[in-house]
């Protein structure tokens, strides 16, 4: 199985802009975000997913320094931009794994494809996100190309060509829906945060790194959590942000998500 993971990244977040070339022990955001997929044993080819905006030209520039594969597309439909770079190459399976997640464990994501090729026949679609039990920016989903090519040729809705995904998981009774919840039968989707939208959140982000990177360039999730025991002002940092998702603004148009899934502010 040719499985291929697509990173979404441009520099003109509406948030927080620049904040995928923001510094994290040397790099930028987007560097330290490969460098931790790369250590996953499953992600295959991963390729960059950005606009044709001349301000995601230093994307391309550090994409190249790097030797990361890249596709440069649509700046707003990015289900187009995620269908066209796994056809560039020709997956047959597809793993989305957002820009804003710098924090995401390599074995997380190996976890949510191992689930999916050992149930390849019995899922279309999988992902640690329907419902969401790790903490927020530890997103995982993967789907047959196919898939993938049925939501880009009918999704016909914003949010379903800006969010990529919602036509699959929104429509249950067409596609076969699976998902990854959290082994220790916790939930800390609403509770802790670890992925970037907010200046809050690059500080917390950047002090991780800065605690772990340089004892264990691979720290873990429960190294994260471990760490935020020890020092509780840490995750005080972006704290009041927990549970905030894009969700938040669509309520009134997703069938399959709830008000308790995000936090209003």
Not at 63 to 71: D, L
Not at 133 to 159: C, Q
Request: glycine share 4%.
């Amino acid at each position: 199985m040719n499985i291929v993971t697509v990173i979404q990244a441009r520099t003109g977040s509406t948030r927080l802009p620049n904040k995928v070339l923001m510094p994290l022990t040397g790099k930028t955001l987007l560097e330290r975000m490969i460098e931790r997929i790369q250590w996953s044993e499953l992600a295959g080819k991963i390729i960059v997913a950005t606009t044709e905006e001349k301000s995601d030209d230093v994307i391309q520039e550090i994409c190249e320094k790097n030797n990361f594969q890249i596709y440069r597309g649509s700046t707003e439909d990015l289900l187009d931009r995620h269908y066209q770079a796994a056809k560039l190459l020709n997956a047959d399976a597809v793993v989305k794994i957002p820009s804003d997640c710098p924090l995401i464990d390599y074995k997380i994501i190996d976890k949510v494809i191992t689930y999916f090729i050992n149930n390849s026949e019995k899922y279309d679609f999988v992902s640690n996100l329907h419902p969401a039990t790790y903490p927020d920016g530890n997103d995982v989903e993967i789907m047959h190309f196919s898939v993938l090519e049925d939501a880009w040729k009918n999704a016909k809705r914003k949010l379903e060509r800006e969010h990529t995904t919602p036509y699959i998981w929104e429509n249950p009774d067409k596609f076969r829906i699976g998902n990854v919840e959290w082994e220790t039968g916790l939930n800390y989707s609403m509770s802790h945060r670890f992925t970037i939208d907010y200046p809050e959140d690059y500080e917390f982000i950047k002090r991780v790194f800065d605690e772990l990177y340089h004892k264990n360039p691979k720290f873990s999730l429960e190294e994260i959590l471990n760490l935020l025991e020890e020092k509780p002002e840490i995750k005080k940092i972006n704290e009041k942000y927990c549970g905030v998702n894009w969700y938040r603004n669509h309520l009134n148009e997703l069938k399959t998500i709830t008000a308790d899934q995000t936090k209003i502010i």
